[in-house]
């Protein structure tokens, strides 16, 4: 297990790469966060960071299986609502099946503000957009990335929407098959839940069950990952398993759900209670059942810390990004875990 510095940056804030999303090609590998300001002054029980500055999107990119990384800042990718171009309508179908494509969302706020989505198809090295995402007759779209491709025209997505009382949120699956061009709804992912369930993570299994790994939260205390099921291509889902349970600590964490390459499934996560760090968990039936925690680090110096997402190098070797308090009053860091499920 070996643990390397992505970004790090006197007075930054690096944060939250489950809210950008990551891709792969083979050893390349490029991943979203935020490069926010960090306020040291600011209250520990919320995130410290500036919220009069923008929180300016950022790409780490490594092209060694997540040995060494360089960062980079397209001009294209800052959000209309930070200063960047206002969106447009989608004019041309996209390529999901082109060599280099990548799809990211970002969503302007989780309850009563839309979801904006830009795509490259040169491993993420050009961006076009911002472009308009339909907001589904809601209030608020809280999209953030996580796609899975069928063809050149065709995908689904999975988003969270603003409950009936506008607070967030209810995860769903959206589909089109026209490139972007129009998406429409394929099916609500449980009920309207009394907290919120957000922030899925989705797998498709050989056999066409699509599983995807959401974040809950009952009452503001109680947290916890489950795992929903759908049969028939993300039409009617049901749960299927419940991967972590409460283990205590703040606010909870979304998952990271990856399919290796032996079929084994994982799911990477925040862990929030002290000892704070960060871990996972394996399962070898399809995600059914679920190992004990493995704890990939446990020296985390504050709460706030997580949102993995995950890569597989060529080698088997899984790369797990996150960010990371090394200490309460600190800099906020973009970290990468490499090790072997």
């Not at 040995?67 to 171009?85: F, H, N, V």
């Not at 919120?196 to 790994?213: D, E, K, N, Q, Y």
Request: proline residues 8%; charged residues 25%; hydrophobic residues 35%.
């Amino acid at each position: 297990m070996k643990h390397v510095q992505v970004y790090a940056k006197e007075g930054r804030y690096g944060g939250w790469p489950a809210n950008f999303g990551l891709w792969n090609w083979g050893d390349e590998i490029l991943c979203g966060f935020s490069a926010s300001y960090f306020m040291k002054e600011g209250d520990p029980e919320h995130h410290m960071r500036d919220k009069t500055r923008p929180d300016e999107p950022a790409l780490a990119r490594s092209l060694d299986g997540g040995e060494t990384w360089s960062i980079e800042q397209p001009p294209a990718l800052i959000p209309p609502y930070q200063g960047g171009a206002q969106p447009t309508q989608l004019r041309e179908p996209m390529d999901f099946t082109a060599p280099g494509f990548a799809l990211t969302l970002r969503a302007e706020n989780a309850h009563d503000k839309p979801t904006y989505f830009w795509f490259s198809n040169d491993r993420g090295r050009d961006w076009k957009g911002p472009f308009l995402f339909p907001m589904f007759g809601r209030k608020g779209i809280g999209a953030r990335t996580d796609y899975l491709i069928i063809s050149s025209k065709e995908a689904l997505l999975f988003v969270t929407a603003a409950k009936n009382d506008g607070r967030e949120g209810r995860p769903l699956c959206v589909r089109t098959t026209d490139g972007g061009m129009t998406w429409k709804i394929q099916g609500w992912i449980g009920d309207e839940p009394p907290g919120f369930s957000i922030m899925p993570s989705s797998v498709r299994l050989p056999g066409g069950r699509i599983l995807t790994a959401l974040r809950v939260n009952k009452d503001k205390q109680t947290d916890w990952i489950d795992v929903y099921a759908s049969d028939d291509n993300g039409k009617t889902w049901r749960e299927f398993a419940k991967p972590v349970q409460f283990r205590g600590g703040k606010s909870g964490n979304p998952p990271s759900l990856k399919r290796l390459p032996d079929g084994r499934l994982s799911i990477t996560y925040g862990h929030r209670g002290k000892p704070y760090g960060i871990r996972a968990t394996i399962s070898e039936d399809d995600g059914k059942t679920w190992s004990p925690d493995i704890v990939l680090r446990d020296d985390g110096g504050a709460w706030d810390l997580g949102y993995t997402r995950d890569a597989v190098r060529k080698d088997g070797k899984m790369v797990t990004i996150y960010y990371w308090s090394p200490k309460l009053y600190a800099e906020r860091e973009i970290v990468a875990t490499i090790w072997k499920p």
